[in-house]
């Protein structure tokens, strides 16, 4: 490869395959794993003429974390496919395969390499769903000598500068507020001034759990096959991550934009009207129930939150699906979705270390096998290493509160989540970990720990029938132990929660529980955490 100056015409040796050919090049566009967006604003300033795009698959980023393999194979089978519609759409394209001999395997090196190869006048990227992209890129640039411009990236509502000014001197940041400013803003669900129906939230209609006969015949989500593409991916990541988490046998995820607006359609057909109702409930062999399963096309942006939002309310609108139904899924994204990126950027990079209640137990060993006796965790890691998918109660109050009550580093459990679920991105993963699930940043970002007995998860599921545990018990032999660390982790951290205004009826409670008693539930506790950690 001869380079003229940067900016300037060069003879460059390779480009997709192609043979050698003169090209300019003005901007290096890189697209990320996560960028697969149609309308993209890096596509809408681009030149088809003077700028090259730019993409890489890197051994790294299945690594760093192990990245289930479902993971692994969606991410490199929605690029390739994205590539694929690039050029068919004209573009030129720098794509570099994980499995090309001198892939150097980091995302930073193939940048450095990028930037040498075509010497551009710039590096131009949409803001990246990590902060350790960012930094990573930045210095690459800054070390070849290159400007780079990152774009504020339009999928969401709200940019990250919309959110510091939202969060500026709050002494308190909570989703609500936010959720009630971007309806106002963007006129979502608003009927003039005022919210549709005349309520901001319709909780009390929803979240109901199944009779005790089951949920019936529950309409299962669209699936997948895999095409040539995702076959040869999936011998790829066989290949290259054979002790990788989880399995592909079940792969059935969407990997183009068509094949997620036909997920978003199937899901308002068919179970939106009853999200809201069922959104908290599990029932064993039913992974997906109500829910949308939109979140990793959403993530990759195969799918436009603006497009599932507007297909939700229009639904509502038509007369498809109840209000309450409706305003609880769109809460979801334009409400949670929103908040949990908008206080990553706020708070990174200390956000990823912080460990308010001092956790520092590691994480048991059944997270990685679905080996154990707990019939819950054994449901929904089973699933989750069988799909890289759970809905969100199993997330929070199955494999999440069991981690927090067992006083595990949140490190170790973000780092598990981070691997484990194909709609893992850090921007969304993290505060969800740490900030709900674990409440490691002390309360900065949810009102209180969700911390529960083993009689909310047998409320709302069928687990605990068939399990040898019973959630009523803390002492004993078929005490839950969730329910014993329950008590053990009210006991352990009474100081800290005392200091917290909602959990004030729950150290009530604990508060009832004479010394002897509290004696044998610590030493079950330590019994079980002797055994699991
Ligand atoms: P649905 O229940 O159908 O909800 C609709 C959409 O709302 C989802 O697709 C998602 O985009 C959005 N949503 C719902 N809840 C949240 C939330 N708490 N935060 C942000 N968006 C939300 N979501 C991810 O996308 N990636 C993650 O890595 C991730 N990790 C999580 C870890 C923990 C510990 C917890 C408690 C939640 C996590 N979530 C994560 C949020 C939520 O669990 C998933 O978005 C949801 O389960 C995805 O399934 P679904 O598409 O069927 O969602
Ligand atoms: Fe889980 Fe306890 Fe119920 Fe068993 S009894 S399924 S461990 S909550």
Redesign the pocket.
Known sequence: MVSKARGGFRKAGRLAGASIFVVPVRDLCVILGDQLGRRSPLLERASRSEDMLWMAEAAEESTHVPSHKARTALFLSAMRHHAGWLRKSGWKLDYRRLDEKDNCGSLGGELRAAIRRWRPRRVVAVEAGEWRIERMFNKVCREEGVEIVWLSDPHFFASREEFRRHAGGRKQLRMEYFYRELRRRHGILMDGGEPCGGRWNFDAENREHFPPQGPGLVPPPVSFAPDAETEEVFRLVEKRFPRNPGSLAGFDWPVTPEQAQAALNDFIERRLERFGQYQDAMWAGEPVLYHSRLSAAMNLKLLEARDVVAAAEAAWREGRAPLAAVEGFIRQILGWREYVRGVYWLWMPEYGEWNELNAHAPLPRFYWTGET?????REVIGQTLRTGYAHHIQRLM?TGLFALLAGVAPRQVHEWYLAIYVDAVEWVELPNVLGMSQFADGGRMASKPYAAT?KY??RMSN??RG?????AHRTGERA????VLYWDFLMRQEDRLRRVPRMEMQLRNLARIEPAERRSVRKKAQEILREVC
């Open positions: 006796e707990m019939r819950c965790l199955v083993g998860i047998a687990y605990c399990c040898r545990y019973d959630p839950c132990p969730f329910t």
